[in-house]
C-alpha cells in the first residue's frame, strides 16, 4: 500500500512560479514512477509530467520547458516546479505513484490569477 500526501497549491499571479511536492509513504519496497495529474474544472484530467525512479522524466507540450519534476528517492517524495505560469495552468494537482497499481494522491489545487 501506497499513501501520498500533496502540498504547496495555492495562489499565484500569471508568470509567477510555485512548487508542489508529494510524499509517499506505506509498505513498499521503490516505487518505480511517479508523476503529477491536473484536472481543470470541467475537464478531464490530463497527465502532466512523470518521472521514473532512474531519472527519466516526460512531459505534457502544454508545460514543457515551464514545468520541471524531480524526485528525492531517499526521501521517496516527487516535485513539481511551475515557472511561467499561465491562468490555463489553474487545476487541482494529483500526485501518482504506480507500484503493481496506481496510486493517486487527495489533490492540491493550484489558482494562476491573470
Known amino acids: 500500500q501506497v499513501q501520498l500526501v500533496e502540498s504547496g497549491g495555492g495562489l499565484v499571479q500569471a508568470g509567477g512560479s510555485l512548487t508542489v511536492s508529494c510524499a509517499a509513504s506505506?509498505?513498499?519496497?521503490?516505487?518505480?514512477?511517479m508523476g503529477w495529474y491536473r484536472q481543470a474544472q470541467g475537464k478531464q484530467r490530463e497527465l502532466v509530467a512523470t518521472?521514473?525512479?532512474?531519472?527519466?522524466?516526460n512531459y505534457a507540450d502544454s508545460v514543457q520547458g515551464r514545468f520541471t519534476i524531480s524526485r528525492d528517492n531517499a526521501k521517496n517524495t516527487v516535485y513539481l516546479q511551475m515557472n511561467n505560469l499561465k491562468p490555463e495552468d489553474t487545476a487541482v494537482y494529483y500526485c501518482?505513484?504506480?507500484?503493481?497499481?496506481?496510486?493517486w494522491g487527495q489533490g492540491t489545487q493550484v489558482i494562476v490569477s491573470s
Open positions: 518521472i521514473t525512479r532512474g531519472g527519466s522524466t
Open positions: 506505506g509498505s513498499f519496497f521503490s516505487i518505480n514512477t
Open positions: 501518482y505513484a504506480y507500484e503493481r497499481r496506481m496510486y
